[in-house]
């Protein structure tokens, strides 16, 4: 019986990898209150099963889903079980995708341990996040590739390359997106979709929800159009602020931008 079990000594049964590379403990803390829930998991990359094992006794009231790119042998692999069911197909593979979403529907956890790959990851990512419920993690493991050109990393641009940890570095500014106080913002696929973004030893945890809190900071991206509205209805003397914050800041935004864009041009940064 391994229903009272944590994760660990779940994992130490089926000995998967996702022990030695700590996973298992951080992955314990989030999914800890859950177990018992009847959730869809998927994880991305099956190899010798073992971790799908792991999560059918960890999640004893869930589906979990299993998907990889090479034929699994279900026998061989002692994954016969009523909660575990295998797809063989890319995790890049948007038909493929398609097809999975079509009969399972959304998911509630999303594991990605498949190619690690770089082009694989992000593209996952798009075609999955949108089919993640409300409240849901979206995870990335071995996210170290991103520090490994053979994988589609660049270990010598850590700051500016297109990696894949980058990618969820970039993330980070949709958290943030009613606070950026660019009065030409123009809004973003992920913008108000996600509620968190945490970062551990070579794994990523995104979390989706509804971020659409407005800000108290900025009106519709403008810091000049919020401190007007917030200064002349508490103060009158409308045509003073006008002029200093519609007028005079604004201007000062609006060099500042053509600033920053003309720097990004001479540096090569699109
Ligand atoms: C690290 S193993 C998975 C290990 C397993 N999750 C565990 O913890 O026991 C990675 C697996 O991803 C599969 N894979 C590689 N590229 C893939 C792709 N594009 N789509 C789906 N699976 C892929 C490989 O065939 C391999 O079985």
Known sequence: MTATKN?????????????????????????????????????????????????????????IIGIDIHKI???????????????RGSQSDEKFINKLINQYGNFDIIIDDGSHLKKDVIKSFHLLFPHLN?????VVEDIQTSYNHFFGGNPFDLKYSDSHMNFFKHL???LNYQEIANPFYISRMYDAKITNISFYHNLVFVRKGVNDKLSKEVLNHSYEDMKFNEKSSRLGKSTRYYFKYKVFYKIYTFFFMILSMLKRLLLLRF
Do not use: C, P
């Open 134 to 138: 409300n409240d849901g993690l979206y």
């Open 172 to 174: 980070t500014d949709r």
């Open 73 to 87: 042998d279900i026998q061989e692999k002692k994954l016969e079980r009523s909660n575990i069911k295998v797809h």
């Open 7 to 63: 994760l660990t000594s779940i994992a130490e049964i089926y000995k998967t990898d996702k022990l030695d590379h700590g996973y298992t403990a951080v992955y314990e803390k989030y999914f800890q209150n859950i177990r018992d829930q009847k959730l869809q998991i998927l994880e991305i990359g099956i190899a010798d099963g073992k971790s799908l094992l792991m999560w059918s006794d960890y999640f004893k009231n869930s589906t």
